[in-house]
């Protein structure tokens, strides 16, 4: 024990004193990343018995109805509260965001790891992750300014004269118009710039830079030797790069599931370009409102116990599906993952 | 007539090789099968930047034989393999001069179409690397990327591909399973079905052996004499009781040049250059 030598006085420390502070470090160590584990699951835990809380009044005043209307009239004595319009405006934005990003993302990844030089790859990968460090109101007030006019001058113009008399499959009709026919729904009431395609198209731009870079990562990881083995059996660069994203599938989901639930969690760009109105339309040039959106809006407004209850609900209802997503996502991973 | 001769040589060296080691006898090729060749190397010089790898080789491959590239560690046997293939396209700053012919035509040619050598080329590399796909979609690969369509013409042709591999008794019965299921040595003649599904010409080995142990290392080298007696085989190694027990011939190579070429009893047992007899007695590598 008193040789230097020893292995056990070294590890536990030569001098008592010394072999104190070791023993009180190691358990403040351990003592601290346990406590950070409970406190993630205590915060969520928290939030949701918080949310279901404030929520109790309005779901037992309105219960499932809730869920299956679009009225949202806050008026005292009226009192009319559905999450329908906006769980829809989350819905048709992250599709839209989620049908744009993830082609896009995965061929800017697939530029950077298979087509770029060098020198070109490091300055698009450090642009990409500038991208997204920017604050999303900066996002929304170039939406709002930018974005906005132009595609309700240029885009959507185009778009309407496109479309408008495309009437392939009858789908309905608007209430007080003749039949609505698809795709020219799509383009019903003219171009306004803000709108679902607003929406969608800032929470595109806002997405595409974590969902490149989650997928660059991981076009990084396909081996080297596959590439060979591909090459040396006759392969195309094109046929190798399908291998590639075949073989990264995976983590490219992953990617995309990231960035949806950025898209459905996104609150202020997508506020200042949707037109924040509470109604449900097939069109992509109408105006809306996401969960998200909501609080923004009207949270300072919600002066009367039952409409500051419905807002709770509405931020309940936003918690569980986002936590539905991810948890089918999951499931979804799992089944596509290799075996 | 004559390719009936060189099996025959095969299947006696095949048995001497396997019992006597490097005492194997190898017969002399006759000058009869060199004149059909597969492979034809003129002033051959590859460059890495500024470095030059190879010097001037000037190497002639027979067909339906096995060649085996012998040397130490850099003398670039494997960049001379990596050019019959034109894998060394894919190495940046890589330049080749000089030219290779297969079968008369020159592949360094311009217009040369690269997909379709690769194709009639095949390669099996070091570390076995099968497709994370199944067993039976590893060796449609090549087919189904060469536009061979038809799951029954598929399924025959993976069928002969894994007989001919020496595989299809082992993994008929789980060809859905995955590729990476395999063991080293199933997975390298995995490999070697996957190179020879699309029939080609010339057979690329670059070490195939070296990672793996013995028994797997004899099942490959069994295979090599049997696939030689229909395709010209080039297998690069680091093993010189690999060359003696599967090549006729052997190239040595020694700092990027050519030391000698001849048949494989010959550079064993009465080399020419001093530097060859110094390598295979095992007084330098």
């Keep these: 024990m008193s040789e230097p030598t020893n292995r056990s006085s070294i590890a536990s420390g030569s001098h008592p004193r010394h072999r104190f502070f070791r023993g009180v470090l190691d358990r403040l160590t351990i003592g601290l990343s346990m406590g950070g584990v409970v406190m993630m699951f205590g915060i969520l835990l928290l939030i949701f018995a918080v949310l279901l809380n404030g929520a109790w009044m309005a779901i037992g005043h309105i219960g499932w109805k809730f869920f299956t209307t679009s009225t949202w009239n806050p008026v005292p004595g009226m009192d009319k509260y559905g999450v329908l319009a906006f769980a829809y405006g989350t819905a048709v934005t992250t599709f839209i965001a989620l049908l744009l990003a993830v082609p896009l993302s995965i061929g800017c990844a697939v530029f950077i790891t298979r087509l770029a030089p060098p020198w070109l790859a490091a300055p698009v990968s450090f642009l990409l992750e500038l991208l997204a460090a920017i604050p999303s109101v900066v996002y929304g007030l170039w939406g709002a300014f930018v974005m906005s006019p132009w595609l309700q001058t240029h885009f959507e113009m185009w778009m309407w004269k496109a479309l408008r008399n495309i009437k392939w499959i009858p789908v309905g009709h608007y209430p007080g118009h003749r039949t609505e026919y698809f795709p020219a729904n799509l383009v019903h009431g003219g171009p306004s710039g803000s709108d679902f395609l607003a929406g969608g198209l800032i929470l595109t731009i806002m997405i595409l830079p974590i969902i490149t870079a989650i997928t660059r990562d991981v076009l990084q990881q396909f081996p080297e030797e596959l590439e060979q083995g591909a090459y040396g059996l006759g392969a195309t660069w094109w046929q190798t790069t399908r291998l590639a994203l075949t073989y990264c599938r995976v983590g490219i989901f992953g990617a995309a599931v990231l960035g949806m639930a950025r898209a459905i969690g996104e609150t202020m760009a997508v506020v200042m370009v949707i037109g924040n109105t509470d109604r449900i339309s097939s069109s992509l040039f109408a105006g809306g409102q996401t969960m998200a959106g909501v609080f923004v809006n009207e949270f300072l407004e919600a002066d009367h116990p039952i409409y500051l209850s419905a807002m709770m609900y509405v931020a309940l209802t936003l918690l569980v599906s986002a936590l539905l997503t991810n948890l089918a996502a999951r499931v979804l991973l799992n089944r596509i993952a290799p075996s | ?285």
């Design chain 2, 1 to 285: 007539m004559i390719l009936a001769d060189t099996s025959t040589d095969i299947s006696q060296k095949a048995h001497g090789a396997g019992t006597h080691g490097l005492t194997g006898t190898v017969p002399v090729t006759t000058s009869a099968t060199a004149a059909r060749q597969a492979v034809e190397v003129q002033n051959l010089e590859v460059f890495y930047g500024q470095h030059r790898a190879v010097h001037n080789v000037n190497l002639k491959i027979n067909h339906r034989e096995v060649t085996a590239f012998i040397g130490p560690s850099g003398c670039g046997k494997s960049t001379i393999l990596r050019c019959f293939n034109r894998m060394n396209d894919l190495v940046k700053h890589c330049r080749v001069q000089g030219s290779v012919k297969i079968h008369g035509a020159d592949i360094y040619a311009r217009g040369t179409d690269v997909m379709e050598l690769r194709k009639r080329t095949g390669m099996v590399f070091q570390k076995p690397n099968p497709f994370p796909k199944s067993i039976h979609e590893n060796v449609a690969y090549p087919l189904r990327i060469h536009g061979v369509r038809g799951k029954a013409v598929i399924a025959e042709k993976v069928e002969k591909s894994l007989r001919l591999a020496g595989l299809w008794d082992e993994v008929k019965d789980r060809l859905h399973a995955s590729a990476l299921s395999l063991s080293g040595g199933q997975q390298q003649r995995l490999c070697i079905a996957r190179a020879i599904a699309v029939d080609p010409d010339v057979l690329l080995m670059d070490e195939p052996c070296s990672a793996l142990d013995p028994i797997a290392t004899k099942t490959i080298e069994s295979l090599i004499n049997e696939l030689s007696k229909t395709i010209t085989i080039v297998v690069v190694t680091h093993n010189m009781h690999q060359a003696v027990r599967v090549a006729h011939q052997t190239a040595f190579f020694y700092m990027g040049n050519l030391v000698e070429t001849g048949p494989t009893d010959k550079i064993f047992h009465n080399p020419v250059q001093h530097q060859t007899l110094a390598y295979v007695t095992g007084q330098f590598g």
